[in-house]
């Protein structure tokens, strides 16, 4: 099987369908023997760069903060946050630049997407031991 035929076979079937199908098959050995004739077209996208906010780790930023501060001082930080009778905005405008700098360097060069307009034909030749 060569890379087309790999993500072909990926394509055909949804995460959503993969997942519903599971739910229908119960515990067990199967053994599984059925010919897939997929028909289609794959459409391969450029490589991109893009920012990959999960590979930023913000909790350091958050834990150097409090490092510098006693336990006091976050106590008191702790019930600001609920009391609510802070300026959010101002201060969440300042977490957004802190946390850009934090993202930055997390720039990746990611594959392009893949969509895929598939037909697929089954021929059922399969036998269950249950």
Do not use: Y
């Amino acid at each position: 099987m060569n890379a087309l035929n790999i993500i072909a076979l990926s394509k055909a079937v949804t995460t959503k369908a993969k997942s519903a199908a599971r739910d229908e098959i119960v515990p067990g050995k199967v053994n599984v023997d059925f010919i897939a004739h997929i028909r289609g077209l794959l459409t391969v996208g450029e490589d991109f760069e893009q920012v990959l906010a999960m590979k930023a780790d913000p909790w350091t930023l958050l834990a150097l903060a409090l490092s510098h501060l006693n336990g006091v001082t976050i106590d008191h930080l702790v019930r600001e946050s609920v009391s609510g009778e802070i300026n959010v905005d101002d201060i969440k405008r300042q977490a957004d630049m802190a946390l850009a700098l934090i993202k930055a360097p997390t720039k990746s060069v990611c594959k392009g997407k893949v969509t895929a307009k598939l037909e697929v034909e089954i021929e059922e030749l399969v036998t269950a031991i249950m």
